[in-house]
């Protein structure tokens, strides 16, 4: 099945119990399931993990607002909206720490999908099922379902809640350290691997396998410098017992519906356009991305979302073997002279636009049509395997073994046609830091707004110093705003703050 059709609103009305105060009302609506009559038959489990999976479809998260967290805050992307509070929040004006476009929709999805995974984890050990292997990959899943949003909530506020149990309106959750919510990250997904697959059959093609799993490990551990267990993480994919993924011939089919879920797929978020409804719990919920419609051009999008321009100009520092222009370019952005370097007429026309302006193309959906809209089927490849074998090389190197990491950088280069690493770049040697520096580079021109270099810049360090913050705003002037040791996270939503004496806002907000 081209798409995991994900089924969830019979559990929708299980989330009722988190947003109503029982005590106080002592109302019961005879026709609502309560969590004991839900919680029963293995359909129930069924339902209740498919439901995280529809978290993915939400406003605060893959569904919208998280491109703007990860794409447009970091140096690849910016923000002109004319929606002055939205575009201020790519560009780390934080003024109302509430504003739900910028912050609190994103919050409040990230748990929802947390609760709808404690629920699964805390009432699918007690049904019955004859398949008692497909119960432990239920809960599996599960399990690398709550890692995943917890990866993500500690990588933008790093110092939140941890709810491990099904919530109730009167709690009151601990906060913790970014820290303690990579260890839980780690434990669930070292707890998912076992009873994960390698691959699912066609039907259910979208759910994690133990691939996906040893990436998001892999991720977890480069995030605090555990270069050993990302090495051994990243081992499994790149030459052990998972190494069954390679790079598809035509870049361009990571970005389009037309070859989706193939060999270069790790974990790839499922988007559709067979419903066309709002956001919301309803039955006619939209599993589409709206990604395409904000970050479109002017006249087919909002253009909410635009690139910098540097990138189409490191793209252009290096030519292929055959003496062109890197062909990744012409499948990452549109600019002003893509149809001159390329030939290529986006939505099946030329544009006017100013000459140091540029906007992402991955995902968008101009190779068949002509405009854009809220309904885009297109998945959105969350981890591929170019990222691994670029991840695979920074760890080689930072484990001191550089010349073995080459390789690997290589088999990225070679799809594109260009030249080996050393043969263009020989000065570098096995001087580790030349190697990062030029590995930065070669991420930029594979995986340019892929959500992915937020937390690349964290890793590397270059939001913790001003030199290094100084050199990031000469490509990226919204960096001027930067704040050390503040914005290297988002602060906490303040009605959060305010409503739970156990969470406290973070540093310097």
Known sequence: MKKLLLIFTVFCSLLALVSCQEEELDLKNPNALTTDQFWVTPNDAELGVNSIYAMFYKDGLWARWMYFRLDLTSDEGFSTSPWIELADWTRFNYINYNFWEGNAVTWRDSYKAIFRANQVLANVPEIEFEDEARKQSIIAEAKFLRALHYYYAGLLWENIPMVLEPSTPDALPQQVSQEEVFAQVEQDLNDAFTDLPMQWDAENVGRPTKGAVKAMLAKVYMQQHRWPEAKTALDFLVIGEGANYSLVDNYKDNFTDINENNSESVFEIQFGDQRRGGTGEGQDAS????????????????????????????????????????PRLQHSLFYPSLFEDFGDRTYGREWEWGEDEAWFRKGARDYKRDNEDYFSGVNWRLIRYADILLRYAEVLNELEMTSEAYQYVDMVRERANMAPLADTYPEIGNDQDRFLDRLKIERVLELSGESVRWEDLKRWGDLEDQASVDEIAERDPDFNNFEIGKNIRMPIPQSEVENNPNLEQNPQY
Do not use: H, M, N, Y
Not at 293 to 321: C, H, M, N, Y
């Open 287 to 326: 599993v589409s991305s709206t990604r395409a419609q904000f970050f479109a051009p002017r006249g087919i999008g909002w253009s909410d979302g635009q690139a910098r321009f540097w990138l189409v100009d490191t793209f252009k520092e290096e030519q292929t073997v055959a003496g062109e222009i890197d």
